[in-house]
């Protein structure tokens, strides 16, 4: 079965400063990957997705993602962070049934401090 | 294309009551997805069509739930006898997709029905 975990349920930064927001997945074959964004109220919008063409994946709004099959990690981060930023940040991985479903992390709440 | 609608965006109920929402996808998106997310998690898998077949359910799916797409395009979900539990967000996602596993798939949410049961 695959799944992901994200590590830190919030996580607070100051504007400007480096944004890492942490996700582990588990999967028995190559994964697709994904981050999702979650503004209050909203639905989830695509960040970013991983599908084996580059191991380094840039999304919108400044973020990336750095895919390291030996550390089973997916990590989100973001050079400078803006207040804008604040949000509910999901990693998922899509399962390779052929139903395609998403399979979520718990999500991170990503707080900008002034 | 205005992206994936959801209709109501708020519901609020009283337990035993019935509910029933509706998803409105992209319009040559043949795939069809329901997704419940509680306060504090992320979304959770419960159903999906390809066209009008139901191809898959989750075993979130109670049989309180139903889950329609007639004509392989808007979709309802249906809750009957609701509970508190059901208190939730239910998100509808659609995607294109032809064979087995083929390509990326990605799938596009809809702003989702936050339902209250009292």
């Known amino acids: 079965a695959q799944s992901v975990t994200q590590l830190g349920s919030h996580v607070s930064v100051s504007e400007g400063a480096l944004v890492l927001l942490r996700c582990n997945y588990s999967s028995s074959v190559p994964p697709y990957l994904f981050w999702y964004v979650q503004y209050p109220n909203q639905g989830l919008q695509l960040l970013l997705k991983y599908t084996s063409a580059a191991t380094l994946v840039k999304g919108i709004n400044g973020f990336e993602a750095e895919f390291k099959k030996s550390e089973t990690s997916f990590h989100l981060t973001k050079p400078s962070a803006h207040m804008s930023d604040a949000a509910e940040y999901f990693c998922?991985?899509?399962?390779?049934?052929?139903?395609?479903?998403?399979?979520f992390g718990s999500g991170t709440r990503l707080s900008i401090r002034p | 294309d205005t992206g994936v609608s959801q209709d109501p965006r708020h519901k609020i109920t009283k337990r035993g009551q019935n509910v029933t929402f509706r998803c409105d996808p992209i319009?040559?998106?043949?795939?069809l997805y329901w997704y419940r997310q509680t306060l504090g998690q992320g979304p959770e898998f419960l159903t999906y069509f390809q066209n009008e077949a139901q191809l898959e359910k989750s075993r979130l799916l109670s049989d309180r739930f139903s889950a329609e797409r007639p004509k392989g395009s808007f979709s309802t979900l249906e809750i009957q006898r609701t509970e508190q539990g059901d208190s939730a967000m239910y998100l509808c996602?659609?995607?294109f997709g032809t064979g087995k596993t083929s390509g990326i798939n990605e799938q596009f949410f809809g702003p989702g029905t936050r339902l209250t049961v009292l």
């Open positions: 996602a659609s995607s």
């Open positions: 319009s040559e998106h043949n795939r």
């Open positions: 998922a991985v899509r399962t390779v049934s052929s139903a395609s479903k998403i399979i």
